[in-house]
Structures are given as structure tokens and as C-alpha cells.
């Protein structure tokens, strides 16, 4: 043995010299195996102890070392030259129409790199900013993605492989379902992940981890190795601020990411703004509430998927415009002076209402009124056009989003004879899909006071009431027209609190209930909002979401004054169901105010029986 002793360390090598020997003898050698000169022309051999091997030098190839160009790999008659200074040791000497390392491409036309054309060249017109390539087919003028990029069918966009280096055997990817070729054991389209829930990636395919979640990538993040029972904390994925939260589980291993605070880059301008109103330290005027609204549409149309704290962001700042815009009366309404400003308003309700944001709103209603107030203060904001739409000369309107679809209109008093609302043959571009969800109003809701009631239903609920008693004018005092706004919310049903009237008098809830339609907003307006009892009840058509396994059709209406949670609760005092079929509801309803139809989850209906999958029967005698 040798035994070197301790080293500075500053010192660079070694010294043998001063080593102490203990219990080395000389005379111990090996023949260098090089010697013999083993290896083939053109290579160089490698003392492996006791043996050797040999390795061909670059443009050399097979157990002979046999010169790459005398096998001419080069295609359509082109030269091979070596050039050991290139990466293959040799060089294809392509004719003027071809090209590639083994010149196999050929140029269908002789123009430059980003033009095409016989006999004129013209521009390619590839959009490279879209993942393609700045050239294009010679002869077609057809756009080509780019290198290490992939075009799935039918989209216009051309994605990167992004193929994860550690588990992938190269950066290339199929040309439509941008699947990277993956080393054995590894899965995943960018092969960045295992099956095993406790292995990790590594660069001989998957490794097992026995005390730690293993480093793995999951919603666009590379989560760290991390020990059992404890949380991992990184930045939020790309092209968002924030930091995200995932937790580690000595059984399931990891569990779901919690990406809740993350924000879009979109919406993080936003964000700093939105705190400061939601505690009341800045103000909102007209010309800042164009502005913001239209900053919250370009945002929730520029973000594919909204975070939690996105969601938060748009619906504390469109709380506080509708809240805002609904105390303003005349010209000071923003939207006599930005024609887009309840556009945007909608829109960014129909994208932060998505039904995908469902898991958001539920933790978002944990601690602020959510889904419920959002509706009221759409109703507000409804209400405040529609009472100030003869003064400030605003014009009718429909508006179909995604998921909401508004729309305010004039009425003739004295011609009236029942109207269907919203009026979908007005609507210009694309129309919605459910064109069957309306409100149709009686020819007498806009009847003499001397043919109505002065008493009100006992059924009618307790806000109604109040309002109810307001007079309304003859339609020779007040003018010849009424204003009626109707808002349709295809998804907001099951974003609300699943709260219901605990007067069991009015509401009888399924044991599995579930709104089972769109929600319909209605108002109408002759002089001062008419919300209270009516003498013709308005008839609200609905097309069901599931046709399904639903039963027992209530119809009901959202109660803001019921106190649940500070929210309300849906009650079905003064709503009755009119007709039903198999795909379609109709309710009549004696108020005006936002309604829809409670439905069982089951078959048991008309003595029929839910189907079993498995049903055991054990019986026990016992005598005595």
C-alpha cells in the first residue's frame, strides 16, 4: 500500500516522491496491451488495465476503421470530403438543388430561404412568432413548423416538443401529438414523469425513492425531492407570479399542487389596484372604470386557464364596478360613454363564472360573499340601465358571451301584447347554443291600476312584498314605453352556495338536489322597478342541462333576504311548475327575479325504482 499523507491545499498533484511506502515491493508492472499496435489504420487504442479497445477517428467507421466517404453515405451523386474538424468527420458536397447533411432534400425551386414561387419568388408569410418555420415548401408556399416542434391536427399553432433531456432519447417529437420518444420505464408526453408515484426520472430511466417524494414535474412545475410529511414551496409556473404549495404523503406520495395564489401576468397589474379598492383606499370614477373594465376583459381573454388568484382579482374589481355603476343615474353612467364598457363587464363575468372555476369559488366563498353577491350586483347593474335607458337615449341591446347572455329592450305600453325575451333573432355573429331558455312576459303586466289587485299573494316572499306596494303609473302618465332586462347564466347554477329555504312550507328539498337549468335573471321597468307581485304571472321556458336520471322538477328563485351565510337561498314561494317534457320546463312565477328549476338526482318517479347494482338480503330465524 501507499500512504500518501495529508495535502494543502493549495497543492496541485501528488508528490510520489514524498509518499510513504509500507509493504511495497519493486518489480510489479503490466505490459501496456497498446504496444502491439492491436488497433486498425486510422484509430487509436485505449489501455483498459488488461486490455484494450479501439476507437475509430471522426469520418471512420466499423471494426476496420474503414473510410466513411470510400462508403459515399452521400445521396444524388453528391461528394463526400473529409473534415476531421466537422462533427462527422466528413462533409457532403451537395448539388445546387439539394440540401441536408446527406443532401437527401431537394430544393423544389431555386428561391432564397423565406420565399417561394416559380417562375417569381414570392414571400412564405409563416407566422414564426406560431412556432413555424421562416421557410416554406419551394413549390406549395406551405408553412412547415419548426425544428423540435409539433402541429396537433386541425390547430393553427405549432407547439415545442419540450422533450425533458434526463428522460428522452432526443429533442424530436411526433410531428401531431408531439409525443417524445422516451427511455425504458419513463411515460409522459415530454418523458418527464414515472408510473411509479414514489420513482423519479434519472438518466437510466426510473429510480425509486424510499423516504422522499420523488422531483417531478406536474402543472408546468419541476417540484423538488421532498421528504415525507412535509411541503414543498417553489415559484408559480411560467408566465405567472406567486408561489405554489404541494404536499408530500408517506403513502400516496404526492398530493394535488395547490396553485391558488398564483397570478397570470395578465392580472398581476391588476392585483395591487384590486386591494386598495377592496379596502376602500382608492376611488372609482367614469373615465378609471372604462379603463379597468376594459384591462379585465383583455386579461380574461389573453388567459387560457384562470388561477385562484386570478378569479379573485376580476371578481373583487367587477364587484366594485357593478356596485359602482349601479348608484350612478343619467350621463354619469359609464356605459352612455364607452359603448364597450358592458360588454366587457359580461364578458368578464361569463370567463371568471366558467365551470372550470368551480374549485376556486368554493374557497373564495369560505371568506367573502362569492358567487351569490356577484349575481346581485349583475341584477343592480341590469336594473340601472334599464331605469335610465329613455333618459340617456341608450339603445336596446343583446350580448351573447360563453356563458352569459344579457339583454335589454324597449316595450310598447300601449300595443303591448306579450313579448319573448331575449330576442335571438336580433343577435349578430355567433348565437348561442341554448336558444331555448327565455321569458315570456302576459300581455298584462302593463294592465290599468283599476284592474289590479290591491292584495298580495300570502306566497309572495318577503322582499318582493316591500317593493310591491309601490304604485305604478297608468301608461298615459307615464309614457309609452318599459324597459325589460333579462340576464341568462348558463353556469352559474352550481357555483352558487348550495343553500335552500329552511321553511319547509315553501321549499320541500330532494335528498339529491341539484339545479338542473340555466339561471334567468328578470326585471321590468315602467317608471320605478316592477319586482313585486303580478297580475299575470311570467312564464320562464327552460332547456335542461341533463335529461338524465332528473326528477321532481321544483321551480325556485333565489332569495337574497333568506340569512344563510349572508348569501340567501333558493325558495319556490310564488313559482309553479306550468310543463315539462323530457328536455324542456316551463315555470309561472308571480315575481320577477332571478329563477331556475330544483331537480332530484334519480329515477324514482311515477313508481319508478332506481336500479341496484347489487342487493343483499339476509334474513336469521330463531326458535325458541
Known amino acids: 500500500g501507499v500512504r500518501l499523507g495529508e495535502t494543502v491545499v493549495s497543492a496541485v498533484s501528488l508528490n510520489v516522491n514524498q509518499a510513504e511506502r509500507v509493504n511495497v515491493e519493486r518489480g510489479c508492472s503490466l505490459p501496456d496491451p497498446c504496444d502491439s499496435g492491436p488497433c486498425p489504420p486510422s484509430s487509436y487504442c485505449s489501455d483498459d488495465?488488461?486490455?484494450?479497445?479501439?476507437?475509430?477517428?471522426?469520418?471512420?467507421?466499423?471494426?476496420?476503421c474503414t473510410d466513411v466517404c470510400s462508403l459515399n453515405p452521400c445521396e444524388h451523386q453528391s461528394a463526400c470530403t473529409r473534415k476531421p474538424s466537422s462533427s462527422h468527420g466528413y462533409t457532403c458536397d451537395c448539388a445546387s438543388s439539394y440540401f441536408g447533411q446527406y443532401c437527401e432534400n431537394k430544393i423544389d425551386q431555386p428561391c432564397p430561404k423565406g420565399w417561394w414561387g416559380h417562375p417569381m419568388c414570392g414571400p412564405c408569410h409563416c407566422h414564426t412568432e406560431l412556432g413555424f418555420d421562416l421557410d416554406c415548401n419551394k413549390t406549395t408556399g406551405a408553412c412547415r413548423c419548426k425544428e423540435n416542434h409539433y402541429r396537433p391536427a386541425g390547430s393553427a399553432i405549432c407547439f415545442p416538443c419540450d422533450c425533458f433531456p434526463t428522460g428522452s432519447v432526443s429533442r424530436t417529437?411526433?410531428?401531431?401529438?408531439?409525443?417524445?420518444?422516451?427511455?425504458?420505464?419513463?411515460?409522459?408526453?415530454?418523458?418527464?414523469?414515472?408510473?411509479?408515484?414514489?420513482?423519479?426520472?434519472?438518466?437510466?430511466?426510473?429510480?425509486?425513492?424510499y423516504d422522499s417524494c420523488p422531483r417531478a414535474m406536474e402543472a408546468e412545475?419541476?417540484?423538488?425531492?421532498?421528504?415525507?410529511?412535509?411541503?414543498?414551496?417553489?415559484?408559480?409556473?411560467?408566465?405567472?407570479?406567486?408561489?405554489?404549495?404541494?404536499?408530500?404523503?408517506e403513502h400516496k406520495g404526492w398530493l394535488p399542487p395547490n396553485l391558488f395564489n398564483c397570478t397570470s401576468s395578465a392580472f398581476a397589474p391588476l392585483k395591487s389596484f384590486a386591494d386598495e379598492l377592496w379596502q376602500n383606499l382608492s376611488l372609482l370614477d367614469s373615465?378609471?372604470?372604462?379603463?379597468?373594465?376594459?384591462?379585465?376583459?383583455?386579461?380574461?381573454?389573453?388567459?387560457?386557464?384562470?388561477?385562484?388568484?386570478?378569479?379573485?382579482?376580476?371578481?373583487?374589481?367587477?364587484q366594485r364596478l357593478l356596485e359602482h355603476e349601479s348608484a350612478q343615474r343619467g350621463f354619469q353612467l359609464t356605459a352612455t360613454q364607452d359603448v364597450h364598457f358592458t360588454e366587457n363587464l359580461f364578458r368578464v363575468g361569463s370567463a371568471i363564472l366558467a365551470p372550470d372555476t368551480r374549485a376556486h369559488w368554493e374557497l373564495i366563498q369560505q371568506r367573502e360573499g362569492g358567487t351569490a353577491l356577484l349575481l346581485r350586483h349583475y341584477e343592480g347593474y341590469a336594473n340601472a340601465l334599464a331605469q335610465n335607458m329613455r333618459a340617456t337615449y341608450l339603445s336596446p341591446f343583446t350580448i351573447a358571451t360563453a356563458n352569459i347572455v344579457v339583454s335589454i329592450d324597449r316595450l310598447d305600453k300601449m300595443n303591448f301584447a306579450g313579448a319573448r325575451l331575449p330576442r335571438y333573432e336580433s343577435l349578430r355573429g355567433a348565437q348561442p347554443a341554448d336558444l331555448d331558455t327565455s321569458v315570456t312576459l302576459p300581455d298584462s303586466v302593463f294592465a290599468p291600476p283599476e284592474s289590479k289587485g290591491a292584495q298580495l299573494p300570502d306566497s309572495a316572499p318577503e322582499e318582493v312584498n316591500r317593493t310591491a306596494l309601490r304604485t305604478r303609473r297608468h301608461p298615459?302618465?307615464?309614457?309609452?314605453?318599459?324597459?325589460?332586462?333579462?340576464?341568462?347564466?348558463?353556469?352559474?347554477?352550481?357555483?352558487?352556495?348550495?343553500?335552500?329555504?329552511?321553511?319547509k312550507r315553501s321549499l320541500r328539498v330532494p335528498k339529491r338536489p341539484i339545479i338542473n337549468t340555466p339561471v334567468v335573471s328578470i326585471t321590468v321597468h315602467d317608471g320605478e322597478e316592477m319586482q313585486g307581485a303580478l297580475d299575470?304571472?311570467?312564464?320562464?321556458?327552460?332547456?335542461?342541462?341533463?335529461?338524465?336520471?332528473?326528477?321532481?322538477?321544483?321551480?325556485?328563485?333565489?332569495?337574497?333576504?333568506?340569512?344563510?351565510?349572508?348569501?340567501g337561498a333558493w325558495s319556490a314561494k310564488g313559482c309553479e311548475v306550468v310543463f315539462r317534457n323530457h328536455t324542456h320546463i316551463s315555470c309561472q312565477c308571480s315575481h320577477m327575479t332571478s329563477f331556475a328549476v330544483l331537480m332530484d338526482v334519480s329515477r324514482r318517479e311515477n313508481g319508478e325504482i332506481l336500479p341496484l347494482k347489487l342487493v343483499t338480503v339476509s334474513a336469521v330465524g330463531v326458535t325458541l
Open 173 to 209: 417529437c411526433g410531428p401531431e401529438s408531439g409525443q417524445c420518444q422516451c427511455k425504458p420505464g419513463v411515460i409522459g408526453q415530454r418523458c418527464d414523469r414515472c408510473d411509479n408515484p414514489f420513482a423519479e426520472v434519472s438518466h437510466s430511466g426510473c429510480e425509486v425513492i
Open 221 to 249: 412545475i419541476w417540484w423538488p425531492r421532498t421528504k415525507f410529511g412535509l411541503p414543498a414551496a417553489v415559484p408559480c409556473p411560467r408566465g405567472s407570479v406567486g408561489t405554489a404549495i404541494r404536499h408530500c404523503d
Open 536 to 567: 299575470g304571472p311570467v312564464t320562464v321556458q327552460f332547456r335542461l342541462v341533463n335529461t338524465d336520471e332528473r326528477s321532481k322538477p321544483i321551480c325556485v328563485f333565489w332569495n337574497h333576504s333568506i340569512p344563510i351565510g349572508g348569501a
Open 287 to 318: 373615465g378609471r372604470a372604462r379603463r379597468l373594465a376594459s384591462q379585465l376583459s383583455n386579461a380574461t381573454l389573453h388567459t387560457p386557464a384562470l388561477y385562484g388568484s386570478d378569479v379573485t382579482v376580476a371578481y373583487r374589481l367587477t
Open 476 to 503: 298615459a302618465q307615464g309614457g309609452q314605453e318599459a324597459v325589460a332586462s333579462v340576464i341568462i347564466y348558463h353556469s352559474l347554477a352550481p357555483l352558487l352556495p348550495q343553500n335552500y329555504d329552511p321553511d
Open 49 to 64: 488495465w488488461d486490455s484494450y479497445s479501439c476507437s475509430c477517428d471522426p469520418g471512420y467507421y466499423g471494426d476496420s
